[in-house]
Each structure stands twice: as C-alpha cells, then as structure tokens.
C-alpha cells in the first residue's frame, strides 16, 4: 500500500505546486465569459436582485399608504376632538348664561322681598305712628 504523503520535502513542494496548478485551472475554468452555467447563474442573480428590489418597493409603497391611512385617520379624529371641545365650551357658556340669568332673578327676587318687607314694615310703623298721634 502507498502512503498518501511524499516522501521527501522536494516531493511535498511539487505536489504542492500541482495542487495550486490544477485550482488555477479549475477557477480559470469556470469564469469563462462565455459558460452558459456563469450566464444562468448571473441570470439568476439579476432576477433575485430585481424581484428583492420589487418587494422592497411594494413594502414601502405598503408602509407609506398605511402611514397616509394613520394620518388620515389622526387628523378625522382631531377634527372630532375639536368638535367636542367646541360644543363642550358651548355647552359651557350656555349654562353659564343660565346660571347667570338664575343668578340675577334670584337677586331680582330677593330685592323685590326686600322691599315688600320694607313697605310692609313702613305700613307698620306709620300705624303705629297713626295711633298714637
């Protein structure tokens, strides 16, 4: 049986040398412009490199519409929040008026009792005042 390393170091050296001769040969080989193999494989990776770019932008076309759905629907409720501020400061305002008009008939009332009491106290007096003088 033969050992599968050289003997000598010359030997080791040359099959060395051969080694990298016949991986030359091999990667000289298989760049040949012309190898319908390196055409499809560069075919290949043109189409995968396209349809990657295809994706990427049908994503972010994707990505942008749902941002300017998001947008669209932050400004729709703005818009509503606003309303509702709007009708809750006139809702606001309303009861304020109604509370100010309660206030000045409650005042209005309160001196209309005021000044019966007073008449009717006047009325007392000068009676008194009528009886004895």
Not at 5 to 34: C, G, V
Not at 68 to 83: P, Y
Request: net charge positive.
């Amino acid at each position: 049986m033969q050992k599968s390393k050289p003997a000598t170091h010359t030997d080791r050296i040359r099959a060395a040398a051969e080694a990298r001769e016949a991986q030359l040969r091999r990667f000289a080989s298989a760049l040949r412009p012309d190898d319908p193999a390196l055409a499809a494989r560069r075919a290949e990776q043109v189409a995968v490199a396209e349809a990657r770019a295809a994706r990427q932008a049908e994503r972010a076309a994707k990505l942008a519409e749902e941002e300017r759905l998001r947008a669209e629907e932050r400004a729709r409720l703005t818009a509503e929040a606003a309303e509702r501020r709007r009708l809750e400061e006139a809702e606001a305002a309303e009861a304020a008026a109604r509370k100010a008009n309660a206030d000045r008939d409650a005042k209005a009332r309160a001196l209309a009792l005021l000044a019966e009491q007073k008449a009717a106290r006047d009325a007392r007096y000068a009676g008194r005042k009528a009886r004895k003088g």
